[in-house]
């Protein structure tokens, strides 16, 4: 089988430049039947580099942990590629994973398209951006979120640490998804009350054509309103557990090369846009445990944090010497 070159090329440059890769490091690549092409690409830059690599298929999954056979192989590696549709991100394996040592890069849903169009970015002024915005959020207590579609929700973020998401993983244990760009936290699972218009995109359930209205009441969705998208979010969450209605994330985009593009890897990473997550949050800080982490994305958002606005319509005010 011959693989993508453009996939190939761009893989080389993520382990050595994002994951400090060595010659005498365990390369792990995980995808699935879905994402089977990408895999192949990364497996092959791996053995390119003169990596020991392996590649694992999964099979494609919508919850839970992956299967036995995939979490060994995640406990032995140092350097792992989570290429899987379904994000390994917040799952125990992962966890453990990282708690050893490994270093991982999350890419849930990756597609040709974004391998070959969205991974070369510009990390530095990323890292620059993420952090002052990871600081803020570390030091404040909440987080108000404004549009004019009709959001407005007050989250509190009160002794909760934010994560720069920079593309820099070479540190041990270091956790990120590429292509980078946000910063995050789990706010308190309890709090929150209010409403959110999401109108980007949804993981797991796609681009959003109608507004979707979610009422929001301590901290969990209440009631789901729209049209078609709404019922698109009703119908993915018929099986879900308890928990995957209850907030789990905030986070603000900081990619300027990131455009929405239907893709949530991509999409919340979008420079103007915040994201609001909802279901498992362990991973980040938190303390609510589900099957399931899906994010939603929000288009020109204005913010405040801690009663001081940071964002007006999705446009970045509080970042002197951060200008795109």
């Known amino acids: 089988m011959d693989a993508n070159r453009s996939i190939v090329e761009a893989a ?64 032995e590696a140092d350097v792992e590629f989570l290429l899987t549709s379904m994000s390994y991100s917040h799952v125990k394996a992962r966890i453990a994973a990282t708690e050893k040592g490994a270093r991982v890069a999350s890419m849930p849903m990756m597609t040709v398209e974004i391998a070959e169009n969205y991974l070369d970015a510009d990390y530095p002024f990323i890292q620059k951006v993420s952090k002052r915005y990871a600081d803020m959020l570390s030091q404040a207590k909440s987080v108000r979120v404004v549009t004019a579609k009709g959001t407005d929700i007050t989250l509190d973020v009160t002794g909760r640490e934010a994560h720069a998401d920079t593309g820099d993983l070479t540190e041990k244990g270091a956790l990120g998804n590429l292509p980078a760009g946000e910063a995050y936290l789990a706010p308190l699972e309890d709090k929150g009350t209010g409403t959110i218009v999401v ?73 103007g846009t915040i994201h609001i997550a ?39 005010i509080m970042l002197d010497g951060c200008s795109k």
């Not at 060595?22 to 580099?49: C, M, N, S």
């Not at 980040?284 to 009663?307: A, E, L, Q």
């Open 12 to 75: 080389k440059k993520l382990m050595i430049n994002c994951m400090g890769t060595k010659q005498d490091e365990k390369l792990l690549i995980v995808a699935d039947e879905k994402t089977f092409e990408l895999g192949y690409g990364f497996a092959v830059a791996g053995r390119e580099i003169g990596i020991e690599t392996t590649f694992v298929e999964a099979p494609s999954q919508e919850k839970g942990e992956p299967p036995k056979p995939v979490a060994a192989a995640m406990a």
């Open 199 to 271: 109108d980007g995109t949804i993981a797991y359930v796609g681009p959003v054509e109608d507004d979707i209205r979610l009422s929001v009441k301590d901290g969990r969705i209440i009631d789901i309103s729209g049209g078609k998208s709404a019922q698109a979010l009703k119908d993915f969450l018929k099986d879900k557990d308890s928990e995957a209605t209850g907030i789990a994330e905030f986070g603000i985009g900081t990619n300027p090369g990131a455009k929405i593009i239907g893709h949530p890897l991509v999409d919340e990473k979008v420079w």
């Open 278 to 316: 909802f279901g498992m949050n362990e991973s980040m800080g938190g303390t609510r445990v589900s099957d399931i982490h899906y994010d939603c994305i929000i288009n020109s958002p204005t913010v405040w944090i801690d009663g001081r606005k940071v964002m007006e319509a999705g446009e970045h």
